[in-house]
């Protein structure tokens, strides 16, 4: 393989013009890169990225652990990641916790190990009495609802104002029984939990009495879990005219539970999910939703993980970010 040196005396300058070249450099005259970059084509020179970061004490590589690649939520965010960390000259190696405490804190403490620079971790196992096992020797930011006031920088959603929205959007469209659809429950934090915290604040804003028949609690997130609500609703009589889902996975399942049970959305019943994916788009109807700005998430948590990689010096305080949001509305709240 060519080297730095091999390609100096091809283009005849010094290796550290060409290492200027290489690192783009502002002040190579534009006669001399030209005479630089031929002759790396012509000696077919690649640049040697792996021992360069080591050089450097890098990899250039980050981590990413979340809990299922195969959700379109994580499926979504993780791609905002890479594409985010790509603009800061960083790679993104994904790694699957299914949720569960121990992989989260085998990726804590195995991410130094797997070389990566930094790691973003999303808590969905973990909670506030794994607070310690945060204070690590490498660069962490971490991501959801479980964890606040950490030892680390934190990226949250806005899971209260938003879901909050979301209902009085439905109260707004005339709904008077406005059920949701959330996880099981949990005397700890979690973003189904805070959903429904703004889901109860919203209703009891617009006066309506808080029916404790309209909280469906199911024990997955799923299709299936919505689906099943659906069909037991309608089964039931269908006292509810709105359903407020914490997820868009779920959503799309009551669209077809109420579907089998031919119960029309939005005539009969309103429906807005929570995540905005992009299949939200295109079931039928189309699903109205909450979209949490996965864009803006993103970027903030590797910006402030490059923060840390590039100035580990600074002892800066540990910091809070909460994204913004906005309501999607598609044809499963239209008015009729």
Known sequence: MATIQDVAREAGVSAMTVSNVINGHPNVRPATKQRVLAAMARLDYRVNVAARNLRKGRTGTIGLAVPEIDRPYYGRLASAIIGAAARHGLRVSVEQTGAVRENELEALSLSRNRLYDGLILATVGMGPADVEWLRVDHPLVILGERIFGGPVDHVAMPNVAAAHAATRHLVERGCRRVAIVCGPPTEEVDASGLRLTGYRRALAEAGHPGDPALVRHVEHLTLEGGARCAREWAAGGLDVDGVFCVTDTVATGVLRGLADAG???????????????????????????????HDRMADQAVTLLTARIEHPELATPQREFVSTFRLVERESTASG
């Open 263 to 293: 119960v029309r959305v939005p005539d009969d019943v309103k429906v807005i999910g929570f995540d905005n994916v992009e299949q939200s788009a295109y079931t039928v109807p189309s699903l109205s939703s909450v979209d949490p700005d």
